[in-house]
């Protein structure tokens, strides 16, 4: 089914500071999406807008052919209560909650595909314990197991990549590949030169407005680390 995520002439901010200026761009099936540029520059501003999460002071963010659970969000920071007496398997059914809602019992399906879904981030063995047990990997891991059972069209993820080892960070992207190749779109904010120019084609610049390249054309580590 196609859709498109249409952002056209937004502005965006917080009170009476400004954070984006006149920002466009449109989202189609299959895109790939680094998002870069310096801290403050509105990069999770821009994906909590096309989330939903908040509103343009102007212009408009319009999804065509795209149900609110659609779209799927991980956040830079965690938003779960570490210390919280519930388990991994427990958190990554959370990612079902659109299709069961809060009443209804998971099927032998649903809890095969929860499982499945753990696996597939090398925490089979850790589905049943705590998550306050959990390395920051792990605890990490997790989420993606979460956001992985969501089965969304649509993935914006901000900064998943940070404060974690080289072996998850090679997991996360090839899963993120993997997910890219079966038509779903993603977008990922990140900062690290090396992993822009060996995955991905496409790269959103950011600093309170927008440039749309392709890094082959229009990047190097100099131009990454400058002004817009």
């Not at 870069?36 to 408009?60: A, D, R, W």
């Not at 960070?169 to 060996?198: C, P």
Request: charged fraction near 20%.
């Amino acid at each position: 089914m196609s859709f498109s995520i249409e952002i056209k002439n937004v502005f965006a901010g917080y009170g009476r500071h400004s954070v984006l200026d006149d920002v466009s761009l449109t989202m189609r099936p299959g895109d790939f999406l680094a998002i870069t540029g310096p801290n403050g520059g509105g990069k999770s501003t821009f994906i909590k807008l096309v989330c939903g999460l908040i509103q343009p002071t102007s212009g408009y963010v319009e999804k065509q052919g795209l149900a609110q659970h659609d779209v799927a969000y991980l956040p830079q920071h965690n938003t779960l209560d570490n210390y919280f007496p519930i388990t991994v398997k427990d958190v990554v059914s959370m990612g079902l909650y659109h299709k069961v809602g809060p009443w209804r019992k998971y099927t032998s399906e649903d809890h095969q595909k929860i499982f499945e879904c753990i696996e597939k981030v090398g925490l089979l063995d850790f589905a049943d314990q705590q998550i306050a047990t959990l390395s920051g990997g792990q605890f990490q891991r997790m989420l993606f197991a979460r956001l992985m059972i969501q089965d969304a069209k649509v993935l914006f993820l901000d900064e998943p990549f940070s404060a974690i080892d080289d072996v998850t960070s090679e997991l996360f992207i090839e899963l993120l590949k993997d997910w890219n190749r079966q038509g779903k779109t993603i977008a990922v904010i990140l900062h690290d030169v090396h992993m822009l120019s060996a995955h991905f084609d496409h790269v959103i610049y950011i600093k309170k407005h927008l440039k749309n390249m392709k890094i082959s054309d229009a990047f190097s580590p100099h131009k990454l680390k400058g002004n817009s």
